[in-house]
């Protein structure tokens, strides 16, 4: 099975603020990756498809980006909704392997 | 408008199995893979498995072959998740989703309870 490793697992940040997050697969995976975003008690939405497309509706500050085994998922400037926690996801092979998630929580 | 409806919150017992629903509406539902995917309280997102609606051919992950069962039924467009021989550690929400090289719909997940 591939590993998603995702770094850091959490992080604190201020409104405004660009945060990047990083996903590692432990194997080739081309560029095919989803990031997800998910609030408490809600099913996790899609962001960004196949490492950098960004979803219908999704503000363009949600940026990704990588190929292989390094993504990253930037915010350029935070808003209060965005505090959540972030999943990737490989889909590549199955099984289809998610990170553990990076928890975001307001400074 | 695209939806994915899931039938309501199970409460079982240990050795029980569990049927979860998902009425898919708004879109072809042979056009997209369906997948599974669960969520203990407080961790993660956890992959069960896909199934093609088209012909019900169905990939498991290897931690349920054995116990689990993807089925659809084309005539009410709803997918179907059995898991059998249920154990406290089943206990999860459960979500199915759409498949668009990544998730872009899920359904509003269905909370399974598994205690003695």
């Known amino acids: 099975d591939i590993q998603m490793t995702q770094s850091p697992s959490s992080v604190s940040a201020s409104v405004g603020d660009r945060v990047t997050f990083t996903c590692r697969a432990s194997?080739?995976?081309?560029?095919?990756l989803a990031w997800y975003q998910q609030k408490p008690g809600k099913a996790p939405k899609l962001l960004i498809s196949?490492?950098?497309t960004l979803q219908s509706g999704v503000p363009p500050r949600f940026s990704g980006s990588g190929s292989g085994t390094d993504f990253t998922l930037t915010i350029s400037s935070l808003q209060p909704e965005d505090f959540a926690t972030y999943f990737c996801q490989q889909v590549n092979t199955f099984p289809r392997t998610f990170g553990q998630g990076t928890k975001l929580e307001i400074k | 408008q695209v939806h994915l409806v899931q039938s309501g919150a199970e409460m079982k017992k240990p050795g029980d199995s569990v049927k979860v629903s998902c009425e898919a509406t708004?879109?072809?539902?042979?056009?997209?893979?369906f997948h599974w995917v669960r969520q203990a309280p407080g961790q993660g997102l956890e992959w069960m498995g896909i199934m093609n609606p088209t012909d019900g051919v169905t990939t498991y992950a290897q931690k349920f072959q054995g116990r689990i069962t993807m089925t659809r039924d084309m005539s009410t467009t709803t997918a179907y998740m059995e898991l059998s021989s249920l154990t406290p550690d089943d206990t999860a929400v459960y979500f199915c989703a759409r498949d668009r090289d990544g998730y872009d719909v899920w359904g509003q997940g269905t909370l399974v309870t598994v205690s003695s």
């Open positions: 708004g879109f072809t539902f042979t056009t997209y893979y």
């Open positions: 194997h080739y995976i081309g560029h095919w």
């Open positions: 196949t490492a950098s």
